[in-house]
């Protein structure tokens, strides 16, 4: 497919994030199976929910651009994912996993925002302002998400992972 319009920049990227929230549904749930700290776990399972939300605003800004909604491989959600199964697959110690899944979630969070961050401007541009609505919406939740992230890790005790 030739991109040469807004129109079709903005069905790319909303095709791209359409796919990589889908992705990131499994991803969050193996993120919260794969640490034992009730407190990381918990902000995984809640953003899980979300995520279903943010699939379904989708799946109406599609409704909105007149379009059935379809999925554009997303290569960067496909590279975090894999990059984190290839470390858990090194069978790191428990404590060095729970900080490694908070700082996978946190990267993947900085791309849904960028995502969305550029999406909005051209629903913008195309008159779709109930679409930039649904769109702002999903990320506000996205930056609320990763300030969350952010705080988790910022509290982690590092004193639980050997310095060397």
């Known amino acids: 497919?030739?991109?040469?319009?807004?129109?079709?920049l903005f069905e790319h990227g909303?095709?791209?994030?359409y796919h990589a929230e889908h992705e990131l549904l499994d991803a969050l749930e193996d993120l919260e199976e794969n640490t034992e700290r009730e407190e990381i776990s918990s902000a995984f399972a809640d953003h899980r929910e979300e995520t279903e939300e943010h699939i379904d605003r989708l799946?109406?800004?599609?409704?909105?651009?007149?379009?059935?909604?379809?999925?554009?491989?997303c290569e960067g959600i496909k590279g975090l994912i894999q990059e984190y199964e290839e470390f858990t697959a090194e069978d790191p110690s428990q404590e060095v996993?729970?900080?490694?899944?908070?700082?996978?979630?946190?990267?993947?969070?900085?791309?849904?925002?960028?995502?969305y961050g550029n999406l909005i401007p051209l629903?913008?541009?195309?008159?779709?302002?109930?679409?930039?609505?649904?769109?702002?919406?999903?990320?506000?939740?996205?930056?609320?998400?990763?300030?969350?992230?952010?705080?988790l890790t910022e509290s982690?005790?590092?004193?639980?992972?050997p310095a060397e």
């Open 59 to 73: 799946e109406e800004v599609f409704e909105i651009f007149g379009e059935p909604p379809e999925k554009e491989e």
């Open 1 to 8: 497919m030739t991109v040469e319009t807004i129109q079709e």
């Open 156 to 161: 982690f005790e590092m004193d639980a992972i």
């Open 14 to 17: 909303l095709e791209d994030i």
């Open 97 to 115: 996993l729970d900080y490694h899944s908070m700082a996978a979630a946190e990267k993947t969070e900085h791309y849904e925002i960028a995502a």
């Open 123 to 151: 629903a913008d541009q195309l008159g779709m302002d109930e679409a930039a609505d649904l769109l702002e919406e999903n990320l506000r939740e996205e930056q609320a998400a990763l300030d969350e992230l952010t705080e």
